[in-house]
T-cell receptor, first 114, second 115 residues
């Protein structure tokens, strides 16, 4: 059973550029959440997608946008990159069933902005 | 709003000693509580979770945690530390409302195990 996968593993971008990160959820899961984890910090919630719509959003600017496809995979897009966007970006998948809402995390994409 | 406080950003224990990692939460609704472990350059792995029912929950690798509502705590323990337990540990809280399950994470505790 494949877990959550993310691509690419590492990415280096220049300030002002745009980046797209990709996530495939665990088999059978229908919800994808994205988190930003700065060095030495805990993950911060960016947004969550369910049924191809943004369901909930954290305190991140509109430069951060996303998309969910019919196969439940998801993309995170960040425009006009800033040095402060350098972080590990984690994708988590879950299943909206029952009340446990357990989230499974992928290995992350390490984004470095220079 | 929900929040998590992890006391002690760094904890060191000797191999074989008790591991105690502290977590206090704030939640306006009955919380769901989680502990995750993160090894270097990896994602987060679920150790254990509390949703409802028994307040003492057991997880993988010999870890357990007890939900204490009166103390708003969910401390993680393990009777005997192994070298392989060295990692970063995150406590997280999620609300139980059906409006999306945003997780709120603490800032993490780095566990060092001394041989």
């Amino acid at each position: 059973d494949a877990g959550v996968t993310q691509s690419p593993t590492h990415l280096i971008k220049t300030r002002g550029q745009q980046v797209t990160l990709r996530c495939s959820p665990k088999s059978g899961h229908d919800t994808v959440s994205w988190y930003q984890q700065a060095l030495g910090q805990g993950p911060q919630f960016i947004f969550q997608y369910y049924e191809e719509e943004e369901r909930q959003r954290g305190n991140f600017p509109d430069r951060f946008s996303g998309h969910q496809f019919p196969n439940y995979s998801s993309e995170l897009n960040v425009n006009a990159l800033l040095l402060g966007d350098s972080a590990l970006y984690l994708c988590a998948s879950s299943l909206v069933q029952g009340v446990t809402y357990e989230q499974y995390f992928g290995p992350g994409t390490r984004l470095t902005v220079t | 709003a929900q929040s998590v406080t992890q006391l002690g950003s760094h904890v060191s224990v000797s191999e074989g000693a008790l591991v105690l990692l502290r977590c206090n939460y704030s939640s306006s609704v009955p919380p769901y509580l989680f502990w995750y472990v993160q090894y270097p350059n990896q994602g987060l792995q679920l150790l254990l979770k509390y949703t409802t029912g028994a307040t003492l929950v057991k997880g993988i690798n010999g870890f357990e945690a007890e939900f204490k509502k009166s103390e708003t705590s969910f401390h993680l323990t393990k009777p005997s530390a192994h070298m392989s337990d060295a990692a970063e540990y995150f406590c997280a809280v999620s609300d139980s409302q059906d409006t999306g399950n945003q997780f709120y994470f603490g800032t993490g505790t780095s566990l060092t195990v001394i041989p």
